[in-house]
Protein backbone atom coordinates (compact mmCIF):
# COMPACT_ATOMS: atom_id res chain seq x y z
CA UNK A 1 0.00 0.00 0.00
CA UNK A 2 1.16 3.01 -0.85
CA UNK A 3 0.85 5.85 1.37
CA UNK A 4 2.23 9.62 1.75
CA UNK A 5 5.45 9.00 3.12
CA UNK A 6 6.23 5.58 1.49
CA UNK A 7 5.13 2.03 0.85
CA UNK A 8 3.48 0.41 3.42
CA UNK A 9 4.31 -3.20 3.71
CA UNK A 10 2.79 -6.60 6.02
CA UNK A 11 6.00 -6.78 7.99
CA UNK A 12 5.70 -2.88 8.50
CA UNK A 13 1.98 -3.27 10.46
CA UNK A 14 4.19 -6.27 12.72
CA UNK A 15 5.67 -4.73 15.44
CA UNK A 16 7.15 -7.30 18.11
CA UNK A 17 7.74 -5.41 20.88
CA UNK A 18 3.44 -4.36 20.55
CA UNK A 19 1.01 -6.60 21.67
CA UNK A 20 -1.28 -5.89 18.53
CA UNK A 21 -5.30 -4.97 19.26
CA UNK A 22 -8.29 -7.39 19.13
CA UNK A 23 -10.23 -5.36 17.45
CA UNK A 24 -9.04 -2.97 14.42
CA UNK A 25 -12.21 -1.29 12.45
CA UNK A 26 -10.91 0.50 9.26
CA UNK A 27 -13.20 2.82 7.99
CA UNK A 28 -11.59 4.22 4.72
CA UNK A 29 -12.74 3.55 1.59
CA UNK A 30 -11.99 -0.14 0.08
CA UNK A 31 -9.72 -1.49 3.08
CA UNK A 32 -11.03 -4.98 2.09
CA UNK A 33 -10.84 -4.83 -1.56
CA UNK A 34 -7.33 -6.02 -3.40
CA UNK A 35 -5.25 -3.80 -5.74
CA UNK A 36 -6.32 -3.11 -9.40
CA UNK A 37 -2.75 -3.77 -10.60
CA UNK A 38 -2.65 -7.49 -9.24
CA UNK A 39 -6.00 -9.30 -9.02
CA UNK A 40 -4.67 -12.39 -7.81
CA UNK A 41 -3.18 -10.66 -4.70
CA UNK A 42 -5.65 -11.57 -2.06
CA UNK A 43 -3.40 -9.13 0.50
CA UNK A 44 -5.77 -6.06 1.58
CA UNK A 45 -4.80 -3.78 4.75
CA UNK A 46 -7.56 -5.94 6.24
CA UNK A 47 -6.09 -8.90 6.12
CA UNK A 48 -2.71 -7.89 6.60
CA UNK A 49 -3.45 -6.50 10.06
CA UNK A 50 -4.96 -10.39 10.34
CA UNK A 51 -1.52 -11.41 9.60
CA UNK A 52 0.17 -8.89 12.22
CA UNK A 53 -1.93 -10.38 14.81
CA UNK A 54 -5.19 -8.35 15.19
CA UNK A 55 -7.64 -10.93 15.77
CA UNK A 56 -10.83 -9.00 14.22
CA UNK A 57 -10.71 -6.42 11.33
CA UNK A 58 -13.87 -4.67 10.13
CA UNK A 59 -13.35 -3.29 6.83
CA UNK A 60 -14.96 -2.31 3.71
CA UNK A 61 -15.75 -3.66 0.16
CA UNK A 62 -15.83 -0.59 -1.78
CA UNK A 63 -16.51 3.37 -0.84
CA UNK A 64 -18.56 4.45 2.24
CA UNK A 65 -20.03 7.34 3.14
CA UNK A 66 -18.89 8.70 6.53
CA UNK A 67 -22.09 9.05 8.05
CA UNK A 68 -22.46 5.47 7.57
CA UNK A 69 -18.77 4.38 8.57
CA UNK A 70 -19.27 6.29 12.23
CA UNK A 71 -23.47 4.78 12.47
CA UNK A 72 -21.31 1.32 11.76
CA UNK A 73 -18.46 1.91 13.93
CA UNK A 74 -20.71 3.25 17.11
CA UNK A 75 -23.86 0.53 16.76
CA UNK A 76 -21.00 -2.38 16.43
CA UNK A 77 -18.80 -1.75 19.66
CA UNK A 78 -22.62 -1.11 21.52
CA UNK A 79 -23.67 -4.06 20.99
CA UNK A 80 -19.99 -5.94 21.54
CA UNK A 81 -19.24 -4.28 24.32
CA UNK A 82 -20.58 -5.70 27.76
CA UNK A 83 -20.32 -4.20 31.63
CA UNK A 84 -17.21 -2.14 29.56
CA UNK A 85 -15.15 -5.04 28.56
CA UNK A 86 -15.05 -5.71 24.86
CA UNK A 87 -16.29 -9.05 24.39
CA UNK A 88 -15.41 -10.32 20.50
CA UNK A 89 -16.64 -13.10 20.81
CA UNK A 90 -20.35 -11.00 19.94
CA UNK A 91 -18.64 -8.90 17.51
CA UNK A 92 -19.64 -11.04 13.87
CA UNK A 93 -23.09 -11.29 15.22
CA UNK A 94 -23.12 -7.51 16.49
CA UNK A 95 -21.50 -6.04 12.84
CA UNK A 96 -24.50 -8.42 11.03
CA UNK A 97 -27.34 -6.66 13.12
CA UNK A 98 -25.66 -3.35 12.56
CA UNK A 99 -25.39 -4.06 8.95
CA UNK A 100 -29.10 -5.07 9.03
CA UNK A 101 -30.55 -2.07 10.77
CA UNK A 102 -28.52 0.18 8.52
CA UNK A 103 -30.34 -1.47 5.44
CA UNK A 104 -34.13 -1.62 7.29
CA UNK A 105 -33.51 2.80 8.03
CA UNK A 106 -32.23 3.12 4.03
CA UNK A 107 -32.93 0.43 1.94
CA UNK A 108 -33.26 2.47 -1.20
CA UNK A 109 -29.37 3.26 -0.13
CA UNK A 110 -27.24 0.16 -0.39
CA UNK A 111 -24.03 2.13 -0.38
CA UNK A 112 -25.10 2.80 3.35
CA UNK A 113 -24.85 -1.12 4.41
CA UNK A 114 -23.39 -3.17 2.10
CA UNK A 115 -19.48 -2.44 2.13
CA UNK A 116 -18.85 -3.91 5.49
CA UNK A 117 -16.78 -7.12 6.37
CA UNK A 118 -15.59 -9.16 9.34
CA UNK A 119 -12.27 -10.94 8.82
CA UNK A 120 -11.43 -12.60 11.94
CA UNK A 121 -11.81 -16.34 13.96
Known amino acids: MVLHDGLLSVAGLYDAERQPGELAFLSACKTATPGQRC ?3 AITLS ?4 YAGWWHVIGTLGSVWDQ ?3 AVGVDTYRRTVRDGRLEVGLLAEALHHTVRSLRDAHPSRPGMWTQFVRAGL
Open 39 to 41: LAE
Open 47 to 50: TALR
Open 68 to 70: ASA
